[in-house]
């Protein structure tokens, strides 16, 4: 992957870097009293018992040890229904039950609160949001939704949201002209199909998601440029098929190829059915979102 589709991916989970400022810590009180009103504490159930254990678990919350560990942990427990809105957390009950130290606790759930998750209040405590308060634009939220009880409706609003940018985002691309994004797109193609050759999805996904997330970047509009991290997010969650171009195949890697003609010869109408015709290559895709007609 290329340092420029690294970077725009980085960007986009920079509200995940779990950084304390000063005075942050003693937003979540570590001791909360029980208000006289409060629900039933959560049950943590279904929580890893092995998430304190670092020796002995994955690195599955992209590097960032216990921290990250925990807001993979309580994030996918939020997303799933597990812990459901208005619920109380309480800092020292997680503390104990992850067996981790305040100081990580209070971490993760100031990244969860700047993902919309919780809110803390003084004299409230901790608690969870409700879905309409959610960062759904999150890239971690587009994973945890990805994995649990919404991965359905994640992989169809996923796939109308991408109907909705990226044809644009190859029209508007193919007006700019550069040389170099263009042999750079190009490069992917060529990639994606030694890695169809050899079997190698992982390459192949690698590339394609580079590829996407470069064209977006360089259609100029900065709106657009900012939702590159839900694209990346959408050709990464796994549970099933979110696109054409997610699984490794002939038709897909054609629709790349004339996506990168168009741009060669500033064909933005070229570029932008082809785009459409690539987001639709997948049945299931067509039956969320309709191809475009022919006139």
Known sequence: MSTLAHTMMTAARSTDSGLVGPGELDRYPYA??????RVASPSWEGADPELGRVGRRATGSRGRGLHGQLV????????????????????EEIGQR????????????RVLEAKGLVSARPNVGTR???VSDWNLLDPDIIEWRAFGPQRDDQRRELSELRWTIEP?????????????????????????????????ALTFSRA???????????????MLEH?????????????GPVTGCDRPSEAAL?????????LGTGDGAAAETAMRQLLTVHPEIERVVPAPREH
């Open 32 to 37: 909360e009293a029980p208000a006289p009103d």
């Open 72 to 91: 993979q942990q309580l994030g996918q427990m939020i997303v799933s229904g597990d812990l459901g809105a208005d619920r109380p957390l309480v800092p």
């Open 98 to 109: 992850f067996e981790v130290s305040r100081t990580v606790v209070r971490e993760s759930l």
């Open 128 to 130: 969870v949001r409700p």
């Open 168 to 200: 644009l985002a190859a029209r508007l691309a193919a007006g700019h002209g550069r040389e170099d994004v263009q042999q750079r797109l190009a490069d992917m193609v060529e990639i994606m199909g030694h890695a169809l050759g050899q079997g190698d």
């Open 208 to 222: 394609d998601a580079e590829f996407h997330t470069l064209l977006i970047q360089v259609a100029g509009n900065r």
């Open 227 to 239: 939702l590159s991290g839900i694209v990346s997010a959408a050709l990464q969650v796994s549970g």
């Open 254 to 262: 054609a629709q790349h190829a004339r996506i990168v003609d168009a």
